[in-house]
């Protein structure tokens, strides 16, 4: 969902026009969703999509700094989590940080609010441009009038298969009861 965080500057209809694009090809499933990446963990190493293999992926993007949505969406990640019990063994969480800039060494300590398994990533802005790109989301920064920024961006939850790839995506705001639904019902799935 593209939801203005902030009172800060319009975004440039060519943007715009860009996110509208984007957002179409995710709801209608046009073209690839997903793909390999190699980024660097909160802990610095890196890290790529296939040592996940086996497991589901959830993949979300957000910044640590996402006053509202990003940090509820994590919350209802993590208490899906818990609710499978040890069956979210085979779920892998991983957050994408599309404010590689900011997302630094404040990674760590945001990830460890969630859930015990979530992976935060970041990179260079071209590694991060480019896995967002892959996966269809939309990020643009938004100048405040303090002179710093907030960032507009696609907050959907992606989830992937046991093989990498893509499954779906889950709105904003979807409940924990409604994720984790999902999560056992494609956990009961063999490939
Ligand atoms: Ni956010």
Redesign the pocket.
């Known amino acids: 969902m593209i939801a203005s965080l902030s009172g800060g500057a319009p975004i440039a209809a060519a943007e715009r026009q860009s996110a509208a694009q984007m957002m179409d090809d995710l709801m209608y499933g046009r073209g690839s969703i997903g793909g390999p990446f190699t980024l660097t963990d909160q802990n610095g190493r890196r890290r790529s999509d296939t040592e996940f293999r086996g497991r589901l992926m959830i993949v979300y993007f957000?910044?640590t700094w996402?006053p509202d949505?990003?940090p509820t969406d994590l919350m209802a990640i993590t208490q899906a989590l818990e609710r499978l019990g040890s069956a979210a063994d085979g779920v892998q969480p991983i957050f994408i940080s599309i404010d590689p800039e900011r997302d630094t060494s404040v990674l760590a300590d945001y990830v460890a609010a969630f859930h015990r398994n979530l992976i935060g990533l970041t990179g260079s802005p071209e590694e991060i441009q480019r896995v967002a790109d892959a996966y269809k989301t939309f990020y643009v920064k938004v100048p405040d009038e303090r002179g710093g920024y907030s960032i507009d961006?696609t907050?959907v939850i992606y989830l992937m298969g046991r093989s990498g790839e893509y499954l779906g995506f889950m709105p904003p705001q979807t409940s924990p009861d409604r994720l984790a639904d999902v999560l056992r019902k494609n956990l009961a799935h063999d490939e």
Request: glycine share 28%; hydrophobic share 15%; charged share 0%.
């Open positions: 957000g910044y996402c949505v990003c961006h907050g």
